[in-house]
C-alpha cells in the first residue's frame, strides 16, 4: 500500500531564509507525487507535482521540490521564505493507476519576520 | 472555471438531525472525492467516484453516512442522523484523468452541537 510520512508537525524559519518542508514516500511502483498548501479556512491549493523526467519540479509561489529515488523522498524548497508563505503543506503519493492520493499529515510552516 | 464548488460554507445543526453537503466539480472532471479533516484524524478520504459511480466507499465512518452522486456535475454527502463528533471540515475534489492531480473546493465547516 502506498504511504506518505511528513517528520515534521511543524517547521520554524526566518523570513529570507531558505526553507524545507520534508516527505518521505512508499510505494510500490513508480510514484506521483505531489504537494498541496492549505491556507487558514480554505481549501487545499495545488502547488507542484512530480509525474516523470526532470527530478527539480517547480510549482506556484516560487516552490521547488525535488524527488530523489534512492531515499524516496521528496522535500519541499524554497530559496527565500516569505511571511506569506505560513500554512499547512501536505505532500501526497499515488500509485500507478487512477487511485486516490493518499496524503501525509501535513506540516505546519511558520515564517517569522 | 470556477473551480470545485461546495455549499454550505458553514453549517451548525443540533444533534440528531440530518445535514446534506453539496458539491459540484470541475465541468469535465471524471472523478470526485469526498474528504474529512479534523485536527486528530487529519485529512481522511470519505468515498469517491468515477463518471458517478461509486468506487470506493471503505473510509465512510458509519452507515449514517451515504453519497450520490446523480449526475457528473452534482454531488451529495448526508449524514443522519449527526452526531457532535461528526464536527469537521468537510471538502470535495474533482480530478481528470491523465492531469493527476486533484483540485480541491473551499469546504464545509459542519458543526453538530
Known amino acids: 500500500a502506498q504511504s506518505v510520512a511528513q517528520p515534521e508537525d511543524q517547521v520554524n524559519v526566518a523570513e529570507g531564509n531558505p526553507l524545507t518542508v520534508k516527505c518521505t514516500y512508499s510505494?510500490?511502483?513508480?510514484?506521483?507525487l505531489f504537494w498541496y498548501v492549505q491556507y487558514p479556512n480554505r481549501g487545499l491549493q495545488f502547488l507542484l507535482k512530480y509525474i516523470t523526467g526532470d527530478n527539480l519540479v517547480k510549482g506556484s509561489y516560487g516552490f521547488e521540490a525535488e524527488f530523489n529515488k534512492s531515499q524516496t523522498s521528496f522535500h519541499l524548497k524554497k530559496p527565500s521564505a516569505l511571511v506569506s508563505d505560513s500554512a499547512l503543506y501536505f505532500c501526497a503519493v499515488r500509485d500507478v493507476g487512477n487511485t486516490p492520493l493518499v496524503f501525509g499529515k501535513g506540516t505546519r510552516l511558520s515564517v517569522i519576520a | 472555471d470556477a473551480g470545485v464548488i461546495q455549499s454550505p460554507r458553514h453549517e451548525v445543526t443540533e444533534m440528531g438531525q440530518e445535514v446534506t453537503l453539496r458539491c459540484k466539480p470541475i465541468s469535465g472532471h471524471d472523478y470526485l472525492f469526498w474528504y474529512r479533516q479534523t485536527m486528530m484524524r487529519g485529512l481522511e478520504l470519505l468515498i469517491y467516484?468515477?463518471?458517478?459511480?461509486?468506487?470506493?466507499d471503505s473510509g465512510m465512518p458509519e452507515d449514517r453516512f451515504s453519497a450520490k452522486m446523480p449526475n457528473a456535475s452534482f454531488s451529495t454527502l448526508k449524514i443522519q442522523p449527526s452526531e457532535p463528533r461528526d464536527s469537521a471540515v468537510y471538502f470535495c475534489?474533482?480530478?481528470?484523468?491523465?492531469?493527476?492531480?486533484?483540485?480541491f473546493g473551499p469546504g464545509t465547516r459542519l458543526t453538530v452541537t
Open positions: 510505494v510500490s511502483g513508480n510514484p506521483y
Open positions: 475534489a474533482s480530478s481528470l484523468v491523465g492531469i493527476y492531480e486533484q483540485y
Open positions: 467516484f468515477n463518471n458517478n459511480v461509486p468506487i470506493d
